[in-house]
T-cell receptor, first 114, second 118 residues
Framework: EAGVAQSPRYKIIEKRQSVAFWCNPI?????LYWYQQILGQGPKLLIQ????????DSQLPKDRFSAERLKGVDSTLKIQPAKLEDSAVYLC????????????FGPGTRLLVL | AQTVTQSQPEMSVQEAETVTLSCTYD???????LFWYKQPPSRQMILVIR??????QNATENRFSVNFQKAAKSFSLKISDSQLGDAAMYFC???????????????FGKGTKLSVKP
């Protein structure tokens, strides 16, 4: 069974530029999560999707961050414009459903904003 | 709001020895789940062990076991017979069992970096 895929693995941009991250969850997983992990901290949830609908985006900085999961499979997280403090690893995770306890994580995308 | 605290930023253990990582949490809920995740330098987060709050018996997975003290809101991880491959960041995480908007969301501690000495 293929795991959660993410791309790119690394990205370096300058502040005020835009960037997008892509995630492909495990096949059949209805629930998809995006987490932000700043260096030295644990991951923090940004947004949770159930199929193609958002169920929790309370911690997403909506003035600059956006995310979509149009067909209920792949998801894209965008930052526009990026700030220095957005430097972090962006982790995507998926689970079969919201009620299932175990989340499976992708390898993450490491973003550096200069 | 729930919080998770890991008070040990770094720990070190000799190969084949036993080490215990500490975790405390704060919640007003009675039904929840607790997890330990391992994150090696490659960054892929891997589930190590899970505990349901309604279960009194401590979870065990091979060399990994937990000491779950619900009243004290403590959830420590014991690694027995430590191996070089156990070296990683270990995160304690909390998940509500409720059905609200935050269902499924994991709340993580800051992590403990475990080094294993040969």
């Amino acid at each position: 069974e293929a795991g959660v895929a993410q791309s790119p693995r690394y990205k370096i941009i300058e502040k005020r530029q835009s960037v997008a991250f892509w995630c492909n969850p495990i096949s059949g997983h209805a629930t998809l999560y995006w987490y932000q992990q700043i260096l030295g901290q644990g991951p923090k949830l940004l947004i949770q999707f159930q199929n193609n609908g958002v169920v929790d985006d309370s911690q997403l900085p909506k003035d600059r961050f956006s995310a979509e999961r149009l067909k209920g499979v792949d998801s894209t997280l965008k930052i526009q414009p990026a700030k220095l403090e957005d430097s972090a690893v962006y982790l995507c995770a998926s689970s079969f459903s919201r009620g299932v306890k175990t989340q499976y994580f992708g390898p993450g995308t490491r973003l550096l904003v200069l | 709001a729930q919080t998770v605290t890991q008070s040990q930023p770094e720990m070190s253990v000799q190969e084949a020895e036993t080490v215990t990582l500490s975790c405390t949490y704060d919640t007003s809920e009675s039904d929840y789940y607790l997890f330990w995740y391992k994150q090696p330098p490659s960054r892929q987060m891997i589930l190590v062990i899970r505990q349901e709050a309604y279960k009194q018996q401590n979870a065990t997975e091979n060399r990994f076991s937990v000491n779950f003290q619900k009243a004290a809101k403590s959830f420590s991880l014991k690694i027995s017979d430590s191996q070089l491959g156990d070296a990683a960041m270990y995160f304690c995480a909390y998940r509500s069992a409720g059905r609200g908007g935050s269902q499924g969301n994991l709340i993580f501690g800051k992590g403990t970096k475990l080094s294993v000495k040969p």
